[in-house]
């Protein structure tokens, strides 16, 4: 039986406290040693029932809704076909992405959307679909959507695909610095090859970061922090790079791109000193500064009101 109620699901963004990128591998894909976190900047999906399937897009007021697809290159709407398939129908559902989490931003707002419409139309439908079907099924979508689906803080290996909950014991305070204009991952990713022709093909592994999460300490954190992705996308577009020593030198504990970026996110010692940060950033030319914490919960139901 199908829930006769729109089903809201949120998801979050992630940010990779260690990224660590190996040569690529036969198929293309670069072997991770990934640390991602869910921190507190959230997209909100709706399936209401229809008789088909669509996809509508709206979202904060600094985010480019335009560039999103609404047809079959959408994430979300590529999740809907793809979890029909694994139950052998076509699943109907009008999808509301509600977007908070920057587009082609390095923090994974499209595979957020994707995992989001997994689990909304699971419920609508009542598909019962297993952990470790919906998990199978993410994978197929992207290589940071299983993450998505699980939130908290992961280990994620193969290509990112791969994730297994980890231990931290903090809460960590994050400035969010979007940029205007996206970066494209493969872009990034096939500059990583360039800059890095001789890369070792075991990609660096994240044990001193993974100890830092068990310290709680936001200082052994910083010192910790590592993306692999950060000099080429600082390569493709150095004002990164100056962002980050701006931020910095405003008493950031540690600034570091996010993913492939060109969000950048600086480590703070508290909510204060985050919201102090942010200020001091907005006064000196940044329109979009963000607050968030983490970890957070991944994909979960929004109980509705009505
Ligand atoms: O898996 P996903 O669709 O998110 O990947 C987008 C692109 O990012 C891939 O087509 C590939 O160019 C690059 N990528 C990669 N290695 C990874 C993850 C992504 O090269 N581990």
Redesign the pocket.
């Given at each position: 039986m199908s829930s006769q109620h729109p089903v809201t699901v949120r998801a979050a963004a992630k940010i990779n406290l260690h990224l660590g990128v190996g040569a690529?591998r036969e198929d293309?894909?670069?072997p991770?040693t990934t640390v991602y976190q869910a921190v507190g900047l959230c997209d909100d999906v709706t399936a209401h029932p229809a008789d088909e399937l669509s996809l509508e897009v709206d979202g904060s007021d600094w985010i480019d809704v335009d560039v999103v697809p609404t047809d079959g290159a959408n994430l979300a709407h590529r999740a809907a076909v793809l979890l029909g398939s694994h139950h052998g129908r076509d699943l109907t559902g009008r999808l509301v992405v509600e977007k908070a989490i920057p587009v082609a931003g390095g923090l994974a707002g499209g595979?957020a959307d994707a995992a989001a419409a997994l689990v909304a139309l699971d419920r609508l439908h009542d598909l019962g679909t297993s952990d470790d079907d919906l998990l199978r099924i993410a994978a197929e979508l992207?290589?940071?959507v299983p993450f998505a689906l699980i939130g908290g803080t992961a280990l994620g290996t193969g290509?990112?695909e791969l994730v297994e909950s980890v231990g931290d014991v903090g809460t960590w305070w994050w400035v969010i610095v979007p940029s205007r204009e996206g970066l494209s991952?493969?872009a990034v990713?096939r500059h990583f090859d360039k800059l890095f022709p001789k890369a070792d093909p075991t990609p660096p592994d994240a044990e001193g970061l993974l100890s830092a999460l068990r310290t709680g300490q936001p200082i052994s954190l910083a010192r910790t922090l590592h993306n692999d992705l950060q000099e080429p996308a600082v390569d493709l577009r150095p004002e990164l790079g100056t962002l980050i020593e701006h931020g910095e030198s405003e008493g950031a504990l540690r600034g570091i791109v996010s993913g492939s970026g060109p969000t950048v996110v600086f480590l703070c010692e508290s909510a204060d000193h985050a919201r102090d940060l942010a200020g001091a950033l907005m006064r000196t030319g940044h329109p979009v500064v963000l607050v968030a914490n983490g970890a957070v919960a991944g994909s979960h139901v929004v109980p509705s009101h009505v």
């Open positions: 690529p293309g894909f670069h991770l595979s992207g290589s940071d290509r990112g991952t493969p990713y």
